[in-house]
């Protein structure tokens, strides 16, 4: 963050290929270390940067825990090359859980969506008894697309359809559990206390980790501009644990702004205007605009020259706020590197509503 960035190593370029696509050489915008979690200044502009919901980029902040999940993360990228191979991922997860607390409910694949490998299913035991049923880790691929094997195991619970973890938050601590123990590693974020201080602060109540996605990004994939904007979901969380990724991220607002720029003939009549703009973001349907956001190179280096690109390596956090439908950051990711890496997605929510 500013006050430190005097402090950060000067970034070299990032060469950016995603699905085939081919960005060219970036420079990222420097990822300054977390040096004092209690300076008044970097408080300061966070507070600022998450009231414009600017993204957060926190160089270092969950280094120190790492190197105490050496092992954790090296069987966290170790199971992912094996379900890439073809293994059942059900059989992996049961084995990394206690059958005293946690009993298997069976696995199914949803034939509709063709992203998904496997969903395992299973219940929270205490003394024997069922304390909360359905609860689930979910792998799939990030992508449709075959250049990008890029996968990713989501922990949530109850009907997907039905969208339960939105509704409910009795089974939701459950399901953080669930994943604390699949992937130990957890306790590298949610145990730095200073970042989920911070986290708290910001958010002006004590936070719940929840909706935990572990990723396993591949060089050449990875995400197309999203955001998480969910019911009662004030933001994420995401820290690299092995690895690299590029990053883009940005308030949709100002991403509106470059899409009314950048918007050609085919998209000027829905997209032209800032105002127009915003509304077409909505809309994950629009081919045009996907093809701006997502496979334009001309397009992706104007908003790497206006400080939105960052690159993250291990021991990296970086926040990503949510206020609401048009007031929340929207992101981007490309794996990077000579493997694919490993990092941890958390939702943050209120722990009380
Ligand atoms: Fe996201």
């Known amino acids: 963050m500013k006050s430190a960035q005097k402090l950060a190593p000067k970034p070299r370029g990032v060469r950016l290929v995603r699905r085939g696509v081919r960005h ?3 420079v990222p915008t420097p990822v300054a270390p977390v040096r004092r979690w209690d300076d008044p200044a970097f408080l300061a502009e966070c507070e600022r940067r998450w009231a414009a919901d600017l993204p957060l980029p926190l160089g270092g902040a969950v280094a120190k825990a790492l190197p105490r999940f050496e092992r954790e993360i090296e069987a966290a990228l170790q199971l992912f090359d094996t379900v890439r191979e073809g293994t059942s991922f059900e059989g992996l997860l049961l084995e990394r859980l206690s059958p005293r607390r946690w009993e298997a409910a069976g696995a199914t694949i949803d034939a509709g969506d063709t992203r998904e490998l496997e969903k395992v299913f299973v219940h929270a035991l205490s003394k024997g008894r069922r304390v909360a ?3 689930y880790a979910k792998l799939s691929w990030v992508a449709h697309d075959e250049r990008d094997s890029s996968l990713r195991i989501r922990f949530s619970f109850g009907s997907e359809a039905l969208l339960d973890w939105q509704k409910e938050t009795r089974r939701a601590p459950h399901a953080d559990a669930l994943a604390a123990e699949a992937f130990p590693e957890c306790a590298a974020i949610t145990g730095t206390k200073p970042l989920v201080a911070l986290v708290e602060r910001l958010i002006g109540t004590e936070p719940r980790f929840s909706e935990r996605i572990i990723y396993n990004n591949a060089p050449g994939g990875g995400a197309l501009f999203h955001h998480d904007d969910e019911e009662h979901q004030l933001g994420v969380v995401f820290s690299q644990l092995e690895g690299e990724t590029g990053w ?4 949709k607002r100002q991403l509106a702004e470059f899409v009314a720029d950048f918007a050609g003939s085919k ?17 994950t349907t629009d081919e045009e605009l ?3 956001l997502n496979s334009d190179p001309k397009f992706t280096h104007a908003l790497a020259a206006v400080g939105t ?3 993250l390596k291990a021991g990296d956090s970086i926040l ?3 206020h609401g439908p048009d007031d929340v950051c929207w992101h981007a990711v490309y794996g990077l590197g000579a493997r694919p890496s490993l990092a941890h997605s958390y939702g943050i929510f209120a722990k009380r509503r």
């Open 309 to 311: 690109f960052f690159h």
């Open 320 to 322: 990503l706020p949510s």
């Open 248 to 251: 883009f991220a940005l308030p």
């Open 24 to 26: 060219g050489t970036l």
């Open 290 to 292: 996907s093809k701006l």
């Open 267 to 283: 998209l000027a009549k829905r997209a032209g205007t800032p105002r127009k703009a915003l509304r077409a973001l909505d809309d």
């Open 133 to 135: 049923r359905d609860l």
